[in-house]
């Protein structure tokens, strides 16, 4: 199978994941910019998933372009990572609905974090599939980020139960983390 029958899938789910978040934005019960402020949860949780769907679609997006053919191993790793992906809406309302509050902090973690363990799975599968030194392998090289992500959610949602403000700081930072443009695809496309 072609890879852009996956990528095509993949793509619509994410689209339909970031809709259903925005709408779960709720409009304020009044014209007051107070009553606006009063959305600010709802409104932090929904842009911090909307950066981690994002980061998800762009490395997918990277990660595919060096892998031309797909199989049925590969097809499932991708749907396993959409699962966890489409948990992210309501992880994300949840939070929203409550604030800082050690539940919703922790599964928030736990959904980053399987969300992150589904994207190595796959990355495995990729590679697996492709061989030894094959391009993909070596644009992800020692993947510092990818080793560093799970132990930081972990972090997190251990720390939720104690401090929810710090575990949200965690997910941001692997958020920030990720947010630095990531080069390594590019530079094996270019013969680099």
Not at 19 to 30: F, Q, R, S
Not at 121 to 142: D, F, N, T
Not at 158 to 170: C, I, M
Not at 171 to 184: E, H, I, S, T
Request: glycine share 8%; net charge neutral.
């Amino acid at each position: 199978m072609e890879r852009d029958r996956l990528t095509a899938f993949t793509d619509g789910v994410i689209a339909v994941i970031i809709t259903i978040m925005v709408l779960e934005l709720k409009a304020p019960h009044g014209t007051s910019l107070s009553a606006l402020a009063a959305q600010w949860p709802s409104f932090l949780s929904y842009l911090l998933s909307f950066v981690y769907v994002a980061i998800y679609w762009n490395n997918h997006h990277h990660f595919f372009q060096l892998t031309p053919v797909v199989n049925g191993a590969i097809l499932w790793a991708n749907l396993h990572l959409l699962f966890w992906l489409s948990l992210v809406p309501f992880a994300t309302s949840w939070v929203g609905e409550n604030g800082v509050a050690a539940g919703p902090a922790a599964v928030y973690g736990v959904v980053l974090l399987m969300c992150a363990i589904a994207f190595y799975i796959m990355e495995r599968v990729i590679v697996a599939a492709q061989g030894e030194g094959s391009p993909l392998e070596k644009a992800i090289g020692r993947d510092l980020k990818g080793k560093l992500s799970p132990l930081l959610y972990l972090s997190g949602v251990a720390l939720a139960f104690v401090a929810p403000a710090v575990s949200y700081a965690l997910y941001a930072l692997v958020a920030l983390m990720w947010l630095v443009p990531d080069r390594r695809v590019e530079k094996v496309m270019a013969g680099g």
